[in-house]
């Protein structure tokens, strides 16, 4: 969908797609009081870049914010070029650049300072693209990773 107008303002958010050492991908249960529309839905973890963070520093941050500071990981790379939608404010445009990262250490574990997350899931690409309690942009996110671990795969071949 396309928007005419003035957009004011920009909010660049990263994605963040963990998988573990059996291939599952780490679902959060989203419980946002400002979000009321995905309220118990289930999403990747991730947030928006603050002012002068590098998409690394921010993905070390809302880690530690969402899932505690005894996850650890590697990021490998991002795997999509820019995804992008309106917020609430339609002077306000979100671009999100997930990335995918590779589990090292950790279990994730509610932070009791941080409200917005009620539980965690390791789960199959497979399972994730399959519940219908996935957010839409999770849902892009996951197929547009499927899209970029196949030309990955076809370009090593």
């Given at each position: 969908?396309w928007?005419?107008?003035?957009?004011?303002?920009?909010?660049?958010?990263?994605g963040?797609?963990?998988?573990n050492?059996?291939?599952?991908?780490l679902?959060?249960?989203r419980?946002?009081?400002?979000?009321p529309?995905?309220?118990?839905?289930k999403?990747?973890?991730?947030?928006?870049?603050?002012?002068g963070?590098?998409?690394?520093?921010?993905?070390?941050?809302i880690?530690i914010?969402?899932?505690?500071?005894?996850?650890?990981?590697e990021?490998?790379?991002?795997?999509?070029?820019?995804?992008?939608?309106?917020?609430?404010?339609?002077s306000?445009?979100?671009?999100?650049?997930?990335?995918v990262?590779?589990?090292?250490?950790?279990?994730?574990?509610?932070n009791?300072?941080?409200?917005?997350?009620?539980?965690?899931?390791?789960?199959?690409?497979?399972?994730a693209?399959?519940?219908?309690?996935?957010?839409?942009?999770?849902?892009?996110?996951?197929?547009?990773?499927?899209?970029?671990?196949?030309?990955?795969?076809?370009?090593?071949?």
């Open positions: 969908m928007y005419i107008g003035l957009v004011l303002s920009c909010k660049v958010g990263v963040i797609l963990i998988i050492d059996r291939g599952k991908i679902i959060r249960e419980n946002d009081p400002k979000d529309d995905n309220l118990g839905r999403e990747l973890l991730g947030g928006y870049i603050k002012p963070e590098t998409p690394a520093q921010a993905i070390t941050r880690l914010e969402e899932a505690g500071d005894d996850l650890k990981v990021i490998i790379a991002p795997f999509t070029t820019l995804s992008s939608e309106p917020v609430s404010d339609p306000i445009w979100s671009i999100g650049i997930p990335h990262c590779k589990l090292i250490s950790g279990k994730p574990k509610i009791p300072d941080y409200n917005r997350v009620t539980n965690f899931w390791w789960i199959s690409l497979e399972q693209l399959d519940d219908p309690n996935l957010t839409p942009g999770t849902r892009t996110q996951l197929e547009d990773f499927l899209e970029w671990l196949s030309i990955v795969i076809d370009t090593i071949e």
